[in-house]
């Protein structure tokens, strides 16, 4: 017995058994489709838990939709063209609402289809330009790489990215931040993230190997981008995450996960962040990648050249640092207010 599964119905086909005809009657709003010569199941839990139920394990082979197979080609590129994990599932994520949105195969779409869904993204939904863009980027990588020769137009008009100014910690807030934590493993994690400015997913991935104490760098293996970078680390940092590694016993992974030779999760970093904005009464919209943000405002507003806080973060673009420009009260506060003059 073989049984497909697609978004409305699951498709159950088999030859004539009087026996399984019985069992399949069993299940709620069965209907007989005599063109596709299958039996029809609304596609739920409850029905797929029950056909199991009703029929062996062994007997029933699950079919691959042709828009699995699809999905999976897409993967399989991504994986080879060395995206990362998160890229991968974010492209996979957008054409699959892309899919939904048609309601119909991904082949027999056409430009004015696609243009039509980046506006009910943008108009409908309110999507972020950053989030749309991303929309694009993942049907035009869809279209010319797995597709080449469906004769789709893939350039693609693109909104113009939000310019929101990041949310910055003064250094009191970082602070009362760090220490509002007991747990020494939580406080070392974000008091690195913070004394190198680094992303919550190259915090976890720092291995032992990579702190050169002497010269106080911290090595940044296959950051963004799968670049390398070097940035600096704290001295008190580094006599910190040793008092750290001894207690723990760390050897590999400077922030073990809790699985046998892996590193902690993005997801447990922000519930340490979560946590300790709690406790240190917090009440601005931070988040972990806020400690990055605080990290290159207090260096620009320490005089720090921003050529050398481009080189620290890894930033491809001068144009992302000199955001941080516009953060920094530095600047600002030399400004002399009109008012002032009047009165």
Known sequence: MKIQIKQENILVYFKYDKQKIQKIKKINNHKWN???????????????????????????????????????????RLILKGYSRQTIKAYISQVKQFKNYISKDLLDTNQKEIKKYLIYLKSTINNSSSYINQAISAIKFFYKEIYPNIDINLNLPRPKKDKKLPTVLSKEEVYKLINSL????????????????????????VKVSDIDSNRGLLHIKKGKGKKDRYTIISDKIIKQLRDYCIIYKIDNWLFPGQKKNKHLTTRSVQRIFKKACKRAKISKDVSVHSLRHSFATHLLVKGEDLRYIQELLGHKSSKTTEIYTHVSKNSLNKIENPFDDIF
Do not use: Q
């Open 34 to 76: 005599p063109e596709e010569r299958c039996w029809l199941i609304p596609n739920n839990d409850k029905n797929i838990k029950k056909l199991y139920k009703l029929f062996n394990k062994d007997d029933i082979e699950l079919l691959k939709s042709k828009e699995n197979i699809k999905i999976k080609r897409l993967k399989e």
């Open 182 to 205: 007991d747990n020494l493993k939580h406080k070392a994690i974000l008091s690195l993230t913070y004394s190198s400015g680094l992303r919550v997913s190259e915090v976890v991935k």
